[in-house]
């Protein structure tokens, strides 16, 4: 059962364009939602996180926007380049019932590529 | 670097063999994450240790086992080694909320 639920899979946009990566999760006990970049024979890499409490974060050209009516988080990169070509990993964070210790749960992945 | 360090990068080994993955946390980390992560799966989580205690299991066949020592390096090992195994092994250590992530082991089976 994916606890995290991430699409598109793959996607493929131009120099300038901005990609948006969607993610939907269940479980309101979820209380951090990292998202995580990852280049080829990389570990992934900590980009940027929310709390449910916050619709929209910003760092840089990312931008996290939370609802948590619907349950749902997006990641936007604005002006996106072609360096920004790799996978990105949403993530949410929650802890077990009586684990004072969380757990990373993560989408499946999409793999960005950004032509030149 | 992250601050988590994997060992070895790559390894190749045949079906049936066993191997060490080993993972030393960023300092002061007490806690470990093993993920293992193929292509048609994702980023599986397979274990987490947390001060030398084994906190949380995931989808961790029962070929693998892990520990976590005093120094707070862990090791994953993998037995009766498939051509299913070949994957990349990722550890990472976790501090206040976020999570590190090493660069890897990449596991062939041949």
């Known amino acids: 059962q994916q606890q995290v639920k991430q699409s598109p899979q793959s996607l493929i946009v131009q120099k300038g364009g901005i990609p948006i990566i969607n993610c939907a999760y269940e479980?309101?006990?979820?209380?951090?939602f990292p998202w995580y970049q990852q280049f080829p024979g990389k570990g992934p890499a900590l980009l940027i996180a929310?709390?449910?409490?916050?619709s929209e974060k910003k760092e840089g050209r990312f931008t996290i926007s939370f609802n948590k009516s619907a349950k749902q988080f997006s990641l936007h990169i604005m002006d996106s380049q072609p360096g920004d070509s790799a996978t990105y990993f949403c993530?949410?964070?929650?802890?077990?019932?009586?684990?004072?210790?969380?757990?990373?749960?993560f989408g499946r992945g999409t793999q960005l590529t950004v032509w030149p | 670097d992250s601050g988590v360090t994997q060992t070895p990068k790559h390894l190749i080994t045949a079906t049936g063999q066993r191997v060490t993955l080993r993972c030393s946390p960023r300092?002061?980390?007490?806690?470990v994450y093993w993920y293992q992560q193929s292509l048609d799966q994702g980023l599986q989580f397979l274990i987490q240790?947390?001060?030398?205690?084994?906190?949380a299991k995931g989808n961790i066949l029962e070929r693998f086992s892990a520990q976590q020592f005093p120094d707070l390096h862990s090791e994953l090992n993998l037995s009766s080694l498939e051509l299913g195994d070949s994957a990349l092994y990722f550890c990472?250590?976790?501090?206040?909320?976020?999570?590190?992530f090493g660069s890897g082991t990449r596991l062939t089976v041949v």
């Open positions: 990472a250590s976790r501090g206040d909320v976020s999570y590190t």
């Open positions: 479980n309101t006990a979820f209380d951090y």
């Open positions: 929310i709390r449910p409490d916050v």
């Open positions: 993530a949410a964070i929650g802890w077990e019932r009586g684990s004072t210790l969380g757990r990373l749960y």
């Open positions: 300092s002061g980390d007490l806690s």
């Open positions: 240790y947390y001060n030398g205690e084994e906190r």
